[in-house]
T-cell receptor, first 118, second 112 residues
Framework: SQTIHQWPATLVQPVGSPLSLECTVE??????LYWYRQAAGRGLQLLFY??????ISSEVPQNLSASRPQDRQFILSSKKLLLSDSGFYLC?????????????????FGNGTRLTVT | QKEVEQNSGPLSVPEGAIASLNCTYS??????FFWYRQYSGKSPELIMS????GDKEDGRFTAQLNKASQYVSLLIRDSQPSDSATYLC????????????FGQGTELSVKP
C-alpha cells in the first residue's frame, strides 16, 4: 500500500531563516506530488505541484520554492522566511493526471508540518 | 462564482441526527468528486468518492451527486460527537487538466 511521510511535524523558525520541508512517498511510482498551505481557519492553498523529476509548477508567486530531486521525494524550501509564511504545510500525492484514469484519482495527504515564524 | 463552494458553518446538530453538508461547483465537465474530513490540527482524510449521479453509501455516510444541478452533498446518519470536524468538498476540474479544487470547508459540530 502507498504511504506518504512528511517531516518535521512542527517547526518554529525566526524571520529571515531558511526552510526545508521534506516529503517522501512509498508504494507507488511516478506520482503527482503537491505542496499545500493552510493558514489558520482558512482553506487549502495549492503552492506547487510536480508531474515528474525536476518538473515543478508554481500556483502562486511567493517566497517559497519546491524541488523534486527523485521520483518520490518533494522538497519545499525558502531562503528567508517571512511572518506570513506561518501555516500548516501539507504534502500530497495522486495518480498522475494526464492519463484518463487519473481524473478519478483523489489526493492523499501526509500528516503535515505546522510552521510558526516568529 | 467560486469554483467549489461550501457553506462555512458552523453546522450544529444533536447526537443521533442526520448532518447534511452541501457543495456546488462551477465546471460542468467535472466527473470526479470527493469528500474529506479534517479534524482540528490534522491533515485532510479522504472519506468518500463519487463519480456517477445518484447516491453512494458507505456505512453512516452517503454521498449524493446531481451533475445537472452541479451539486454534491454528504449525509452523515446517526451523527456522533467524533464526527465533529471540518468537511472539505473537492472536485476534479476537467478544464484545468484534472486538478483537484477544494472548497473552503464546512465545520460540523455534533452536540452530545
Amino acid at each position: 500500500s502507498q504511504t506518504i511521510h512528511q517531516w518535521p511535524a512542527t517547526l518554529v523558525q525566526p524571520v529571515g531563516s531558511p526552510l526545508s520541508l521534506e516529503c517522501t512517498v512509498e508504494g507507488t511510482s511516478n506520482p503527482n506530488l503537491y505542496w499545500y498551505r493552510q493558514a489558520a481557519g482558512r482553506g487549502l492553498q495549492l503552492l506547487f505541484y510536480s508531474v515528474g523529476i525536476g518538473q515543478i509548477s508554481s500556483e502562486v508567486p511567493q517566497n517559497l520554492s519546491a524541488s523534486r530531486p527523485q521520483d518520490r521525494q518533494f522538497i519545499l524550501s525558502s531562503k528567508k522566511l517571512l511572518l506570513s509564511d506561518s501555516g500548516f504545510y501539507l504534502c500530497a500525492w495522486s495518480v498522475q493526471f494526464g492519463r484518463v484514469s487519473s481524473y478519478n484519482s483523489p489526493l492523499h495527504f501526509g500528516n503535515g508540518t505546522r510552521l510558526t515564524v516568529t | 462564482q467560486k469554483e467549489v463552494e461550501q457553506n462555512s458553518g458552523p453546522l450544529s446538530v444533536p447526537e443521533g441526527a442526520i448532518a447534511s453538508l452541501n457543495c456546488t461547483y462551477s465546471d460542468r465537465g467535472s466527473q470526479s468528486f470527493f469528500w474529506y474530513r479534517q479534524y482540528s490540527g490534522k491533515s485532510p482524510e479522504l472519506i468518500m468518492s463519487i463519480y456517477s449521479n445518484g447516491d453512494k453509501e458507505d456505512g453512516r455516510f452517503t454521498a449524493q451527486l446531481n451533475k445537472a444541478s452541479q451539486y454534491v452533498s454528504l449525509l452523515i446518519r446517526d451523527s456522533q460527537p467524533s464526527d465533529s470536524a471540518t468537511y472539505l468538498c473537492a472536485v476534479v476540474h476537467y478544464n484545468q487538466g484534472g486538478k483537484l479544487i477544494f472548497g473552503q470547508g464546512t465545520e460540523l459540530s455534533v452536540k452530545p
